[in-house]
């Protein structure tokens, strides 16, 4: 029987596209490329992600390579302002809500930076949305706080020692596949978030985790 169920925050709790960011902004596939592994698909942003680098630092690095492929415009632009991306999703929170209500645990695993799972707390405490990103979990760890990303599995084990859960009380939904395959390798049950929260609750109708 399943008595937790453990969120991605970035692709599921909150939206986080950023191919579809760069598209809207350069429609050009050589820039939207380049500039994705400039930055996105950088190592500074897996350092950023581990909490083992700071932003100032990993900007500075960022954009020192960009000058190299004479892309510093577009990735200061990108570095800017990507963070407008981070928008919460409605639904997914009043799904959090339902599970709270049936009597679940629910926990965040993440890989997110400092400055950024800051900022999602900053807009829970001024109430900007509707019960917020964050308020209603039962706890959480996240990769900038234990310096190490998914889908390494001390990760997963991290969150287990520090609410001592049972890998096999629990469902971990990501949006990305090895995350999910690393959770199952432990022991979790492990949903992959493809599309809309209703594809999500059948899949969690699946694993007898009723919602309604």
């Known amino acids: 029987m399943y ?29 939207e490329e380049q500039v994705s592994q400039l930055t996105f698909e950088s190592e500074e942003w897996k350092l950023l992600d581990a909490g083992l680098i700071t932003r100032s630092e990993a900007n500075l690095r960022m954009l020192a390579r960009a000058k190299e492929y004479g892309r510093a415009f577009e990735v200061q632009g990108v570095l800017d302002d990507w963070m407008h991306i981070l928008r919460p999703r409605r639904r997914m929170q009043e799904l959090v809500r339902k599970l709270k209500s049936r009597g679940y645990c629910v926990y965040y695993l993440s ?32 990769s900038c706080e234990v310096h190490i990303n998914k889908p390494d599995p001390r990760i997963y084990q991290a969150l287990l020692d520090k609410y001592s859960l049972r890998a096999s009380e629990c469902v971990f939904i990501d949006d990305n596949l090895a995350n999910v395959q690393a959770a199952f390798a432990l022991g979790f049950a492990g ?22």
């Open 3 to 31: 008595k937790n169920i453990i969120f991605d925050l970035g692709g599921v709790m909150v939206d986080f596209d950023p191919k579809t960011y760069l598209v809207d902004r350069f429609c050009n596939a050589e820039v």
């Open 111 to 142: 890989n997110i930076p400092e400055d950024v799972l800051d900022f999602l707390t900053e807009r829970d405490l001024k109430g900007l949305f509707d019960g917020g990103v964050l308020d209603r979990f039962d706890g959480g760890v996240a």
């Open 191 to 212: 949903i992959q978030m493809k599309d809309s929260v209703g594809t999500l609750v059948r899949s969690l109708a699946t694993c007898s985790v009723a919602i309604h």
